[in-house]
């Protein structure tokens, strides 16, 4: 409720419709009503917790692919938090107030090494998993040729499980994997990354794709 001071003509204070009226050194300053933000902060910030909660529990999992796929020499910042910071900002869906991590989206390293070119993956009987890429004939095979092929696998059926193979190089373009009984029918999400033999040069990570294990 607003208070009239000095009549019809003279200033007020307090609200009168979408106004808010106060006096402010010997004047009458008239507003617009603050905006009701307490509950869309609240929800911000529970959003953003959730965010932090799943992407914590997934990341934790390949906390050692972390360490050297997001290493910055003169960073002060850690691995493990450049990668939330990334995949929070890139990896997350939001359908009707569902929150999802959407794992082709999702980076383990962030390198300036050649990365994978048309890599596929399928799922045989037998519970193998086959894997290959391409080399481009414009780049030099020498010289990337002998980089190791890393694959990342994550059992989503089984959520924290992960699995990485390392056996293979670049110039192989392909690698199958044969994943045990005990997997059959669970869901798997595949990445690739590539490293120097050396291991202080590293690619981007890609996502490869998912499917379900054939027994």
């Given at each position: 409720m607003g208070i009239l001071r000095k009549g019809i003509l003279g200033g007020f204070s307090g609200a009168v419709g979408p106004v808010v009226g106060s006096k402010w050194r010997q004047m009458f300053i008239i507003r617009s009503r603050p905006r009701k933000k307490a509950k869309y902060l609240k929800k911000q910030l529970l959003l953003q917790h959730e965010k932090l909660s799943q992407m914590s529990t997934f990341l934790t999992v390949f906390k050692e692919e972390i360490k050297v796929g997001f290493f910055k020499k003169k960073s002060k910042i850690s691995p493990m938090n450049r990668a939330m910071?990334?995949?929070?900002?890139?990896?997350?869906?939001?359908?009707?107030?569902?929150?999802?991590?959407?794992?082709?989206?999702?980076?383990?390293?962030?390198?300036?090494?050649?990365?994978?070119?048309?890599?596929?993956?399928?799922?045989?009987?037998?519970?193998?998993?086959?894997?290959?890429?391409?080399?481009?004939?414009?780049?030099?095979?020498?010289?990337?040729?002998?980089?190791i092929a890393c694959i990342l696998l994550f059992n989503a059926t089984k959520p924290f499980r992960c699995y990485k193979s390392a056996s293979n190089i670049r110039m192989d373009k392909s690698i199958s994997l044969e994943m045990g009984n005990h997997v059959a029918g669970d869901l798997f999400h595949a990445w690739?990354?590539?490293?120097t033999p050396d291991g202080k040069t590293i690619s981007d990570s890609d996502y490869i794709g998912s499917g379900i294990v054939i027994a």
């Open positions: 910071q990334y995949n929070i900002d890139n990896a997350f869906s939001n359908t009707n107030g569902e929150l999802k991590i959407n794992y082709d989206r999702i980076k383990f390293c962030n390198g300036n090494r050649e990365r994978a070119w048309s890599e596929q993956i399928s799922f045989e009987a037998g519970c193998k998993i086959n894997i290959t890429w391409d080399i481009p004939e414009l780049l030099n095979l020498k010289r990337i040729g002998k980089d690739i990354y590539f490293v």
